[in-house]
């Protein structure tokens, strides 16, 4: 019972580890994307901000104006470069495959 127990342990650590590779290997990217997004949006530490006054202090009012289009794509926010394309979970059905209604399982 004792070296069953044991081969239902590993079983169930390596089926873990195949689904984690799974979702990893099929949400890879957009995990990236939302991890990027959330950190972006976390607040700054302390010790980051007094070292950021002397690029923050330089007058805003002697630049000129730029308008969106001429923003150089490397300073084009990331979400609007690449944007997360929706997963569809149905495969949609080739042309020559037969679909199956509720009627056919009817009994």
Do not use: H, R
């Amino acid at each position: 019972m004792k070296t069953l127990n044991n081969i239902v342990k590993v079983l169930t650590a390596l089926v873990a580890v195949a689904g984690g590779i799974y979702i990893v290997a099929t949400y890879g990217e957009q995990i990236v994307a939302w991890a990027k997004k959330v950190l972006a949006n976390l607040p700054k530490c302390p010790a980051c901000q007094d070292a950021a006054p002397a690029e923050e202090e330089a007058p805003a009012a002697e630049e000129a104006p730029v308008a969106e289009a001429e923003v150089p794509a490397e300073e084009a926010p990331a979400e609007e470069a690449a944007p997360v394309e929706e997963i569809s979970v149905e495969a949609p059905a080739a042309a020559n495959e037969p679909t199956a209604d509720d009627a056919d399982f009817a009994e």
